[in-house]
Nanobody, 128 residues
Framework: QVHLVESGGGSVQAGGSLRLSCAAS????????MAWFRQAPGKEREGVAS????????IYADSVKGRFNISRDSAQNTLFLQMSSLRPEDTAMYYC?????????????????????WGQGTQVTVSS
């Protein structure tokens, strides 16, 4: 099991930027994907961005393409989400997740079903 701890959330005005971080425990050898999800009140958890740990393209939800960038520092076992041009509809609790699934077709990399380990979440609030 991988222990994940998010940080970097906060409140920002529309058009602003935030950078989220997710520190993973050392037991990351079996991770195949790391991802960011978000959940707004009354809504289902949705995939935002995913990155394969063994090479391959990042995958983004259509709603964040061109505004968000997912990256990973493998030496530090840290996952990042750079968020720019933030909108009020980006307001949510953001979660880091890890999957030991092996390769899946790209859309599935944004599905909660393949992720085994989750962080506790960090709140992002965007005001208009």
């Amino acid at each position: 099991q991988v222990h994940l701890v998010e940080s970097g959330g906060g409140s920002v005005q529309a058009g602003g930027s935030l950078r989220l971080s997710c520190a993973a425990s050392e037991n990351t050898r079996n991770i195949y994907y790391m991802a960011w999800f978000r959940q707004a009140p009354g809504k289902e958890r949705e995939g935002v961005a995913s990155i394969p740990t063994r090479g391959g393209p990042e995958i983004y939800a259509d709603s964040v393409k061109g505004r968000f960038n997912i990256s990973r520092d493998s030496a530090q076992n840290t996952l990042f989400l750079q968020m720019s041009s933030l909108r009020p509809e980006d307001t949510a609790m953001y979660y880091c997740a890890a999957a030991a699934s092996g390769w899946v077709p790209p859309p599935a990399a944004l599905s909660t079903e393949i992720y085994n380990d989750w962080g506790q979440g960090t709140q992002v609030t965007v005001s208009s």
